[in-house]
């Protein structure tokens, strides 16, 4: 089982990044997934989730902000990153819960200067 993340980089305060989770060897569908973070100074914590059933949750640091989805035909999770701050630089994490083992991804380094 694999969480492969990518989409990360380097951009200047109020740009764009797509972040995108693909998953080997597991579905999505019917889990709970989110994206987590942990900045330079190692605070760790939960950005954004989706339940199975589409609903959302965002911190509010990124409400507004960032957009997650999800696409179940592909095992694919995304999170769309607008008006970026240096804040949110951070490594970023996917994660997948289905109840049983928690899957985590290795992580992509978003920078904001």
């Known amino acids: 089982v694999q969480l492969v993340e990518s989409g990360g980089g380097s951009v200047q305060t109020g740009g764009s990044l797509r972040l995108t989770c693909t998953a080997v060897?597991?579905?999505?569908?019917?889990?709970?997934q989110g994206w987590y973070r942990e900045t330079p100074g190692n605070e760790f914590e939960l950005v954004s989730s989706?339940?199975?059933?589409?609903?959302?949750w965002y911190a509010d640091s990124v409400q507004g902000r960032f957009t997650i989805s999800r696409d179940n035909a592909k095992n694919t999770l995304y999170l769309q990153l607008n008006s970026l701050k240096a804040e949110d630089t951070a490594m970023y994490y996917c994660?997948?819960?289905?109840?049983?083992?928690?899957?985590w991804g290795q992580g992509t380094q978003v920078t904001v200067s």
């Open positions: 060897g597991l579905t999505f569908e019917g889990g709970n």
């Open positions: 994660a997948n819960d289905n109840g049983g083992d928690v899957y």
């Open positions: 989706i339940a199975p059933d589409g609903s959302r």
